[in-house]
C-alpha cells in the first residue's frame, strides 16, 4: 500500500485555476472596453453636433416661447447621454484623466459629506483609516466617482437599511491565497467597502464589471456604475474583485499602487505640474522623494517635452 500526500498539488492546482480564471475575465473585460470606447467616441461626436445645435436654437428662442422648451429638453436629453457616454470612456480606460497624488484617508473624509446623504437616514457609514499609507497616483475627481458609485451600488442592495463601511489598509504584493493575482508586485493600498445588504450570487459576480448589466428594475439604473469604477480603477494600474454571498451582504475591494510620498513634496510637485504651460520635463533631484511602484501615467504626465530647471 502507498499513500502519497497531494495537498500541495492540490493547493497548486486551484491557486493554477483562479489564475487563469481571473485572465480570462480581464480579457473579457479588455474586449468589451474596446468596443464600448469605440461606440462612445462615435456616439460623443455625434452628441456634440446634436447638443451644439440644440444650444444654438436655445440662444435664439425667447423665454417664453413653447419650443423653448423643447429645445432645452433637447439639450437636457443630450447632456444625460454625453454623460453616459463619459462613464463608458471611464470604463473602457479612454477617459482623459489629470492624476496627481492623492491621500486617499484625505479623499474619503472629504466625501462623507457627500455620502450621508447618498446613503440616506436608514443607512450608517462607518469608516475605519489605516494612517501612514503614503498616496495613490490618480485623478481625484475620478476617486470620487469610485466613492460615489460603490454607495450608490450598496445604498441599492441594502433597502431596508443597514450598515456601509469603509476601510484603508497598506497590503503587499499579491500571492496569499485571496489576494488578486494580475498585479505586479509591489506595496498596493486598498479601499474596502463592505455592505449589510442582500449580496449576489455567482452568476451575477462574474457579470458584475460588465457595462449595462443591471439587476435593477428597467429605468432604475444604467449597468455602468461598477463597470465605471473597473475602468477608473484598471486605469490608475489597479485591480477591484467582489466577494458576495446571497443575504450575506458585498465587499468590494480596490487595491491602487502606493507611493510614498512626502506631504510637502506632494503638494510643491503638483504645483509644478499644474504652472506648465507648455509641454516640460520636470527633473527631480531627490532619491527620498517618492518610492513604491513607478505608473506610467505618472511618468508621461512629468515628462512630455523638454524643460532646463536649476
Known sequence: MVVRDV?????????????EEQLRQAQKMESVGQLAAGVAHDFNNLLTVINGFADLLINQLAADVP?????????RAGERAADLTSQLLAFSRKQPAQP?????NRLILDSRKMLEPLLGEGIELTITSEPGLGCVWADRGQMHQVLMNVAANARDAMKSGGRLHIATALTSAPGTPGRPT?????EYLTLSVSD?????????????????????????????????VYGIVRQCSGWVQVESEPGRGTILQIYLPAIHVPEAAARQVAKMVGKLATPSTVLLVEDQIISGPLIPGMITSLTTARTTCA
Open 7 to 19: 495537498t500541495e498539488r492540490k493547493r497548486s492546482e486551484e491557486a493554477h485555476a483562479r489564475i
Open 100 to 104: 496627481e497624488f492623492v491621500d486617499l
Open 67 to 75: 419650443e423653448r422648451k423643447l429645445a432645452d429638453e433637447i439639450l
Open 182 to 186: 494580475l498585479l505586479s508586485a509591489g
Open 196 to 228: 449589510t445588504g442582500c449580496g449576489m450570487d455567482a452568476a451575477t459576480r462574474e457579470r458584475v464589471f460588465e457595462p449595462f448589466f443591471t439587476t435593477k428594475e428597467p429605468g432604475k439604473g444604467t449597468g455602468l456604475g461598477l463597470a465605471t
